[in-house]
């Protein structure tokens, strides 16, 4: 089994900063995707930002410029440094990782807990 680990939410002022962690354990055996996905109030989930094994990165067109996901891959940890927050920012925010538990299996994907984030005067 794999458990995803967040941590690094909270309150923070329109214009702030936040770090988001999220570290996986378990039987892992390799991880190719990781990402970051939010839901807010009445909103679908989306996908924030996502970074695969190579480094290569993707982002949500609304948080470009402002935000930065990086991986250690010999931590199996993935990061979301937020800058220049905005209230519609608010969300939780869940990590995602694609995760082979063995050279043979195929890939799962697993989910983290959430963390909430609130940008907020």
């Known amino acids: 089994q794999v458990q995803l680990v967040e941590s690094g939410g909270g309150l923070v002022q329109p214009g702030g900063s936040l770090r988001l962690s999220c570290a996986a354990s378990?039987?892992?055996?390799?991880?190719?995707?990781m990402g970051w996905y939010r839901r807010a109030p009445g909103k679908q989930r989306e996908l924030v930002a996502g970074?695969?094994?190579?480094?290569?990165?993707n982002y949500a067109g609304s948080v470009k410029g402002r935000f930065t996901i990086s991986r250690d891959n010999a931590k199996n940890t993935v990061y979301l440094q937020m800058d220049n927050l905005k209230p519609e920012d608010t969300a939780v925010y869940y990590c995602?990782?694609?995760?082979?538990?063995?050279?043979?299996?195929?890939?799962?994907?697993?989910w983290g807990q959430g963390t909430q984030v609130t940008v907020s005067s």
């Open positions: 995602n990782a694609d995760v082979h538990t063995s050279i043979l299996s195929p890939r799962a994907v697993y």
């Open positions: 970074i695969i094994s190579t480094g290569s990165t």
């Open positions: 378990g039987s892992i055996f390799s991880i190719n995707f």
